[in-house]
């Protein structure tokens, strides 16, 4: 198998390597120049890699330059406020804690987000964003909310430990995707174009609120698995 470094001297031109004298010099100034936390850059690999949190906000990034790979982040990994970015991928594979991406406007999917998130996914306030796919499969809490743009919840991790938000999703019309078990409440309200709750989670461990969705005029589609209040508008 080729090391990250053979690839990035096949997939990049030879100029790069000629004048910043070594990927590892490249990705050593990237890192000094967007990160805040400690991290350790693997020489054979290349990857960066933490035993704390690691946190890259209000940067002007479009995406993670294609020489910049993280591995394991053992605390929290922030990339949130960054208004311009466009893409996940680069992001660590696992993160121990949480995960934060919220407020990025211009993302319009979650692909290349951790595999394993230990913690609570954020990706809440993205503007653009159109559904959650490529999310981890299992979270802590899941915040989801006040994306303008949710049109679907497919993607969506498949277990949520605690609870799953997707409240002032103003484009969502129904809850297709969304996860199938929600350890503790479970929030789609506030969602203006709600239309059906078809697909929502087949367990809910507490609450289930739907309340101020105008559009939605019926409870079908709710499990009979929900341990705690539903809360609605429609009698």
Do not use: Q
Not at 211 to 221: A, D, V
Request: glycine share 8%; proline share 4%; with cysteine.
């Amino acid at each position: 198998m080729k090391t990250l470094y053979e690839s990035l001297r096949e997939s990049l031109c030879e100029d790069f390597f000629d004048n910043v004298g070594s990927p590892f010099k490249s990705i050593e100034d990237w890192c000094k120049n967007n990160i805040k936390g400690k991290y350790e850059i693997d020489k054979k690999t290349l990857t960066i890699n933490s035993s704390s949190d690691i946190k890259i906000i209000d940067r002007s990034l479009t995406e993670f330059p294609s020489y910049i790979h993280f591995g394991i982040v053992k605390g929290d990994f922030y990339c949130s406020n960054c208004d311009l970015l466009k893409s996940l991928k680069g992001v660590p594979k696992e993160v121990g804690r949480d995960f934060c991406c919220n407020y990025c406007n211009s993302l319009t999917s979650l692909e290349g987000a951790p595999e394993k998130v230990g913690g609570d996914f954020y990706c809440s306030d993205c503007a653009s964003l159109k559904s959650p796919k490529g999310a981890p499969k299992e979270v802590g809490y899941l915040y989801c909310n006040y994306c303008s743009s949710l049109t679907s919840l497919e993607g969506s991790p498949k277990k949520v430990a605690k609870s799953a938000y997707y409240n002032s999703c103003n484009s969502l019309k129904t809850l297709v995707g969304a996860p199938e078990k929600v350890g503790m409440d479970f929030n789609c309200n506030d969602c203006s174009s709600l239309e059906s709750l078809a697909g929502a989670p087949k367990e809910v461990g507490r609450n289930f609120d739907c309340s101020n969705c105008p559009s939605l005029t019926s409870l079908e589609g709710i499990s009979a698995h929900i341990k705690g209040k539903i809360y609605s508008d429609i009698k």
